[in-house]
């Protein structure tokens, strides 16, 4: 996943709503400026030149959120493999649904959501899979993060198979707050709850996450593993990404 296709990006679904082709330069849509407003425009920001269809602005998106998706999809469960499909999947339904992400800056919560509803749908239409995975605890895994420590890529691979075990919820609150480092506001408006629910989810997410630890076999990385929180998140390590 080296750079963002432009075949997503040439579509008329991305034009911002303000403006209208005219050869290789936008024009503002007659009237959409007050009368006797300052004609200079003001620059315009990533969000809106994603909107406006900019094919540099949406390569700059890719080169900020790819490895974060990447590492997202994995820690929600999918596989190397299957997390590079989704990340691909991700900037192209980012692409379809821009003019629908309000505000004068493109949110990481909004980046989020698309990536949970895909995962989802990824994991239920390989529900199979997903049973031979509980069932195989050896399963090797890619590292999708950095370790601190020599036993910080046990206790990474340790967290991960449990994660795959838990409800997605739980998972989701777990990597929103304990991996990522997202505010409580900012987890809730990732997940679309209120923040009350966030904290409340998050505690029942840590004791579910501690009680399926503690009952696999102990690894000596067992003054950790209450939590994931000394996980780091980094660039994974995938060939092209």
């Not at 649904?97 to 990824?122: D, Y």
């Not at 076999?217 to 998140?233: M, V």
């Amino acid at each position: 996943m080296k750079r963002l296709d432009p075949a997503l990006i040439n579509s008329p679904l991305c034009r911002h709503s303000y403006y209208v082709e005219q050869g290789d330069q936008p024009r503002q849509v007659p009237g959409s400026q007050r009368k006797g407003e300052d004609r200079v425009q003001r620059p315009m920001t990533l969000l809106q030149r994603c909107q406006a269809g900019d094919e540099q602005a949406w390569q700059e998106v890719f080169s900020s959120y790819a490895t974060r998706i990447y590492r997202w999809a994995a820690l929600l469960g999918l596989s190397g493999q299957e997390a590079e499909d989704a990340a691909q999947e991700v900037f192209a339904t980012a692409v379809r649904k821009i003019h629908t992400c309000k505000g004068p800056e493109l949110p990481s919560s909004w980046m989020f959501q698309i990536t949970r509803r895909i995962v989802a749908n990824m994991r239920r239409l390989a529900w199979w899979k997903v049973m031979l995975r509980a069932a195989d605890a050896d399963e090797q895994l890619e590292p999708a993060l950095t370790y601190q420590s020599p036993q910080g890529r046990e206790l990474e691979l340790e967290v991960r198979h449990c994660l795959r075990r838990l409800p997605l919820r739980h998972t989701e609150i777990l990597v929103l707050m304990d991996i990522e480092g997202f505010t409580r506001e900012e987890a809730a408006q990732a997940l679309n709850v209120p923040p009350g629910t966030v904290a409340s989810r998050l505690r029942k997410a840590r004791a579910v996450l501690r009680a399926t630890l503690e009952a696999r076999e102990p690894c000596s990385c067992a003054e950790d593993r209450s939590s994931p929180g000394g996980l780091k998140p980094a660039q994974h390590a995938r060939k092209g990404g």
